[in-house]
């Protein structure tokens, strides 16, 4: 089983900031199957970033994600009120999937 | 616009057992499989298993290997998820989802959520 460890666990920003969060796997993606998802309280997960770096129609650009091998980033360019929430980054394509522990983004 | 509408929250004892359902709209319903995630107070996410929503093929982590079954309803465009020998470790939200891409068969991100269902298990 592939383990996603987050880092930080907490990050603590102003609102219109720069975010860089990151996800490490214990072993190597082969494939580029990661995404990232964000989740506000009492909310449901909502895609942010497929496929290490692909935004879906309709997240803006202020999110982008890179990254290869063992080492993912996502980066929040100008942080809005919305994005004050927990992140996770998943594994899927391969057998068990896997998420992070996730990321709080807190307003400082 | 793609909707997943979840069933309302369950309270539930030990040892018993909780079928949630999922009714999906706004798309074919049979291209795309949906997949069962859930999520106790406070916690990371935890894939549970998806099903094939044209086929009816399943397939679930190990962790609930033989305690969990997903079925679907073509004519109503619902998938249900049983999770039964219900323990107090059991408790959590439970969420349907659906792949981003059809005919995945569960190996893709998740686009669409449904609003989660709570499960509480006490005795």
């Known amino acids: 089983e592939i383990v996603l460890t987050q880092s930080p666990g907490t990050l603590s920003l102003s609102p219109g900031e720069r975010a860089t969060l990151s996800c490490r796997a214990s072993?190597?993606?082969?494939?580029?199957?990661l995404a990232w998802y964000r989740q506000r309280p009492g909310q449901a997960p909502r895609l942010l970033i497929y496929?290490?770096?692909s935004r879906p129609t309709g997240i803006p650009d202020r999110f982008s994600g890179s990254g290869s091998g063992t080492d993912f980033t996502l980066i929040i360019s100008r942080l809005e009120p919305e994005d004050f929430a927990v992140y996770y980054c998943?594994?899927?394509?391969?057998?068990?999937?896997?998420f992070g522990q996730g990321t709080r983004v807190e307003v400082k | 616009q793609v909707l997943l509408v979840q069933s309302g929250p369950e309270v539930k004892k030990p040892g018993a057992s909780v079928k949630v359902s999922c009714k999906a709209s706004?798309?074919?319903?049979?291209?795309?499989?949906i997949q069962w995630v859930r999520q106790a107070s406070g916690q990371s996410l935890e894939r549970m298993g998806w099903?094939?929503?044209?086929?009816?093929?399943?397939g679930y982590s190990q962790k609930f290997q033989g305690r969990v079954t997903i079925t679907r309803d073509t004519s109503a465009s619902t998938v249900y998820m049983e999770l039964s020998s219900l323990r107090s470790e059991d408790t959590a939200v439970y969420y349907c989802?659906?792949?981003?891409?059809?005919?995945?068969?569960?190996?893709?991100?998740?686009?669409?959520w449904g609003q989660g269902t709570l499960v509480s298990v006490s005795s």
């Open positions: 989802a659906r792949d981003q891409t059809s005919y995945c068969d569960g190996d893709c991100s998740l686009q669409y």
């Open positions: 998943h594994h899927y394509g391969t057998s068990p999937q896997t």
């Open positions: 099903i094939n929503a044209d086929n009816g093929d399943t």
């Open positions: 706004g798309y074919s319903f049979i291209n795309y499989a």
């Open positions: 496929g290490v770096s």
């Open positions: 072993q190597s993606l082969s494939t580029r199957y």
